[in-house]
């Protein structure tokens, strides 16, 4: 215990560090501190980094920060409809931003992917703005920001962006390859989980922050009707333990109407061969995506670690996720948490899918690699399940050797024993991470500031078939 206090104490010092001003003023965290912060971008302050530390800061009761970085991304947020695609849309939120000097003055330099590698916008940093604003909120207390009407409208710009008409008749988001935590190509275009358990929050988020009103309540109803529509969906499709794979198994292909089973035309030979040794009796979790023809197989740590405490996955899908975790701890977490996601996609899958990504190689990086980060996410996942022995002891893997490995950004192999080969140190949510999960296990009712009530399911059906028109 006191190696973990004393790597609390230094980590909590590291994080003051990262810490950037505006008009002398905290408004956010670089990226990395120390001699990382030179290499490409990460001088800069990434929304979904922040969140990390944001958390961090929340339950420690640090709330300045929180509110400057949110005032501040919301100046940034786009108030114009633009038919330039070159140009971020209406209501997106930047990946990122840093402070630099114009007319010798501090201002806020923006980037919403066009500096990007690969060039891909952000589609979680909307999602984290909101679910910080709900987090800020709880803490304060202070209705009085979140119902500021540049804050108000801030909201309603984001679920205009998010709502609004689309080539798309499913409740989840379509989104390419590169648009969130996993930031390159790794076949998770389409509807990756992550994306949309971080929707089913800002959804919830949204719904308790707007005022009700005349402007509002139209937004209201249709965040409160989409989120039954999304949370249904998930809850049916997404979901994988022993019996659905069963079925899945004796799927019949190629149905047409309304009685189909398989409706999203799955191949029982899609099903890989890790899997059936690999999954539980007991366990299941979300698949790590869904669409025409396709079901990702692949286990997303950050989606099913998040749908435990969101209230996206009910109480019998909680255990099983915790219990996946706990059978598999040596595949998902091993000498390191946790894997971005498992397993590693290798040989021909690999050069296909990546485009032969070097950073990406099989049980490195994204692919299969170890993102110690995650460790508040499997404390607050464990608490919620009331099995905070699993957050405890994540919490003292990464507590062994974060602090004299220089805090890096990833670790690779299959077990997590390898620095990450491009792996960044005195990575900041790196940091954050482990001091969130601290304070997490330390004071486990702060978890309310994160969690939800479980949503409500409108008596409807969302796949039905439409109304025939006549002429």
Known sequence: MKELDKSIEIGWDLLEQSVMTYDGKPIGTLAACGDSMEALNYDQCFMRDFAVSAIAFLLRGETEIVRNFLLATLRLQTHEKQLNCFKPGEGLMPASFKVVQHNGKDALEADFGERAIARVTPVDSAFWWLILLRAYTNVTQDWNFAHRSDVQTGIRLLLDLCLLARFDMFPTMLVPDGSFMIDRRMGVYGYPLDIQVLFFM???????????????????????????HLTFHLRQYYWLNFPQLNEIYRYQSEEFGDDSINQFNIYADSIPSWLEGWLREDGGYFVGNLGPARMDFRWLSQGNLLSTFSGLANDNQQQAILNQLEHRWEDLVGAMPIKACFPALEGRDWQLITGSDPKNKPWSYHNGGSWPFLVWAIAAAAIKGKRPELGHKAVEIAASRLQDDGWPEYYDGRTGRLMGRKARKRQTWTIAGLLAAYELLTHPEKLEMLSFPEPAILPCTIDGASTPLVL
């Open 202 to 228: 800002a959804l919830q988020s949204a719904q308790e922050l707007l005022i009700p009103n005349d402007t509002n309540d139209v937004y209201i109803d249709a965040a409160k009707t989409r989120l039954s």
